[in-house]
């Protein structure tokens, strides 16, 4: 009795198609193209969420020493009286007792003077960038961030 042996794989005539690790390898060489030219191509791609954090680390330090003025002389500046109050005595209160902030009131990251209001309109006190375009409103790197 002949024995027929029929192979495990059998010759295809269609296209063939990609392997799972050809894949991979495609995917890791697009990945690290990637990698290589989005900050060549895209230098800003990653700034505008830098300067928003380091605005609401500023808004947030402000916050901070606004409490401790509050705490020492009874209540929070006017706004009127600003953040500089922060920095040097406005000589209305024997209780103050700072400086508050280590050094001068920054401007924001876009180089734009913090708003500070007080009473503010969501609470006793509003401290505000209005992102790169400096003006109310806006979306993506143009919000504002308050506290």
Known sequence: MPCHSSPVFPDRTGPRGFTLLELLVAVVIIGLLAVYAAPRYFPELGKSKAKATLAKSQIDAFARALEAYRLDVGRYPSTEEGLDVLLVDPGTSDEWNGPYLGRHVPTDPWGNAYVYRSPGNQG???????????KPGGSGEAADIAH
């Open 124 to 134: 006793e006190i509003e401290i505000i960038s209005y992102g790169a375009d400096g």
